[in-house]
């Protein structure tokens, strides 16, 4: 597969020739709205992946792929507390807790259990991560302060940036192993963000503390705080270059994520991403 990649944000003609040479040259283009939402794409070189996605569709073994991606965003929520600025006992102490949390989940044996679990080691963190940020907790799509709606924004490039690697290698991305099948829910996208969500939370954390964040950029309405559209780019390059200092990390991810599942290997063969 082609490691290059085009990608197109805002209001761009593209030509029958472009798209002609991305077929000969196995490069996929894909078209993405101001708001960095996918449009469309085109070209994708293992589109037509039937043997990947037969093991989407019969795989046996989603509960313990779904265990492993929990696993994996609790190491990262830890090693996200270990870069913000925290008492060394606060932090020895929250740390240890996730851990318990960690190790609970190999003996887990139904998704409502897991659920439990990675809701439990949410909170925690959370409230451990945002301490003397008038945190109250996270609760999405409600955007009831700052730190939330920036989290929505936040996730939601993430989303879109984590669907696009996945549709370069052909996966279904509505066919997911941890978060259940809905009609038009990407599950699989769902399931593969989880390990990377502590980039945003820190970069939110660190927006923070380095005073980037303008309360006058922000309006009430509805009991819900949203951003100022004018504002919105400043907001948008902040969380995305987060992302982006990722980029490289989350695609080697991806890739070995795929050789992993295709090849059926044992879940302890699985690639694992680490917060830097």
């Given at each position: 597969?082609?490691?290059?990649f ?7 003609n593209i030509?029958t ?6 077929k000969?040259f196995?490069?996929?283009i894909?078209l ?7 449009i ?5 070189p ?8 037969q093991r989407q ?6 509960f313990?792929?779904a ?10 929520q830890?090693l996200?507390?270990k870069k913000?600025?925290?008492d060394r006992i606060?932090f020895t102490n929250?740390k ?10 190999d003996n887990?044996?139904?998704d409502?259990s897991?659920?439990g679990?990675e809701?439990?080691?949410s909170?925690?963190y959370f409230s ?5 940020q008038?945190?109250?907790g996270?609760r ?5 302060d700052i ?6 924004l936040g996730y ?5 940036y984590?669907?696009a ?5 052909g996966f279904d ?11 038009k829910?990407k599950?699989l996208v769902?399931d593969m963000v ?7 939370d820190y970069q939110?954390v660190?927006m ?15 009991f819900?705080?949203t951003l100022?559209y004018k504002?919105?780019k400043?907001y948008v390059?902040?969380l ?6 990722n980029r490289?990390?989350?695609f080697?991810?991806i890739?070995?994520?795929y050789r ?5 290997k044992?879940?302890?063969?699985f690639?694992?991403?680490k917060y830097k």
């Amino acid at each position: 597969m082609s490691n290059f990649f085009l990608w197109i944000v805002g209001n761009y003609n593209i030509t029958t020739p472009l798209i002609k040479r991305a077929k000969k040259f196995g490069y996929s283009i894909f078209l993405f709205s101001h708001s960095f939402r996918i449009i469309e794409s085109f070209c994708i070189p293992l589109e037509g992946n039937t043997i990947l996605r037969q093991r989407q569709y019969y795989n046996k073994n989603n509960f313990e792929i779904a265990k492993y991606f929990v696993k994996n965003k609790i190491d990262n929520q830890i090693l996200a507390l270990k870069k913000s600025d925290l008492d060394r006992i606060i932090f020895t102490n929250v740390k240890m807790k996730l851990y318990e949390y960690y190790l609970k989940i190999d003996n887990v044996k139904d998704d409502k259990s897991l659920l439990g679990i990675e809701g439990s080691a949410s909170r925690l963190y959370f409230s451990t991560l945002f301490v003397g940020q008038n945190w109250h907790g996270r609760r999405p799509r409600v955007k009831h302060d700052i730190n939330n709606c920036l989290m929505d924004l936040g996730y939601t490039l993430l989303f879109t940036y984590i669907e696009a690697l996945l549709k370069c290698f052909g996966f279904d991305s509505y066919i997911g192993v941890y978060h259940k099948i809905f009609y038009k829910r990407k599950s699989l996208v769902c399931d593969m963000v989880e390990p990377f969500r502590p980039i945003i939370d820190y970069q939110i954390v660190k927006m923070n503390n380095l005073n980037m964040i303008d309360t006058n950029d922000f309006t009430i309405r509805n009991f819900q705080v949203t951003l100022n559209y004018k504002e919105s780019k400043k907001y948008v390059g902040y969380l995305m270059k987060a992302i982006l200092d990722n980029r490289e990390e989350m695609f080697l991810y991806i890739q070995n994520y795929y050789r992993a599942f295709m090849k059926n290997k044992d879940i302890s063969k699985f690639p694992i991403y680490k917060y830097k």
